[in-house]
């Protein structure tokens, strides 16, 4: 009996997990580039009772075992890298990875690190950077007096100064091979690990990299209605197994009270 209180709290453990990653889903509803995160479990060890197969006196063979099974555990949350929803802004620093790839950020301590989200801004000296003022690498730097500015799909940005246009850079995009394997480390940022792999970089619309959309963000890509219906599932889920455990609770009361 006392397994089934073990197996039953696992299991609501498990759900536990499930409405914590819901619940970050729904409150990135509106991030701009963010994905959502799919909760996933494995089932736990099993207690063999009969083998499968075992001989018999007859000189037959066991056709079933009997096992029963220990619970379930958490066994990865993965990042769902899915295309988000455009939303038009008309604004020409907001761009959009059509495809695949991400922004190059530079981190405060000059590492790089990845993003979707393509809502940047121009500091004082004219610099690209995003909301926390981190450059977009490679570097691109508006100079002054520029009265128009237009990025090609290709990732080539092209300003307008008087009467003289020119290309003060070019874009890059990295792709990895395993996405869901990077990290995320808040701020709309993902940093690399072994499982991703090293970014490929390359400009846009070259090498299945995607292109480059301007006056436009990317939306999250979390569906509400979807993660509600996740949220009361796992709620269902939670509640069935505290009845296991409530059961198994009163059946343990029962043989404490048999009397002779």
Known sequence: MMGALWTAATGMKAQQTNIDVTSNNLANANTFGFKKVRAEFKDLMYRTAKEAGTPMASGTQMPVGTQIGMGVNNSATTKIFSQGDFQQTDNQLDWVIEGEGFFQIQQSDGTIAYSRDGAFKSDGNGQLVTADGLLLVPNITIPPGATSF????????????????????????????????????????????????????????????????????????????????????????????????????????MANNLRR
């Open 150 to 253: 237009t990025v090609t799909q290709e990732g080539q940005v092209t300003v307008k100064v008087g009467n003289n246009s020119s290309a003060i850079g070019q874009v890059q995009l990295a792709r990895f091979i395993n996405p869901s394997g990077l990290t995320a480390v808040g701020n709309n940022l993902f940093s690399t690990t072994p499982a991703s792999g090293e970014p490929i970089v390359g400009q846009p619309g070259q090498e299945s990299m995607g292109q480059i959309r301007t006056g436009a963000i990317e939306m999250s890509n979390v569906k509400v209605v979807e993660e509600m219906i996740n949220l009361i599932v796992a709620q269902r889920a939670y509640e069935a197994n505290s009845k296991s455990v409530q059961t198994a609770d009163e059946m343990l009361g």
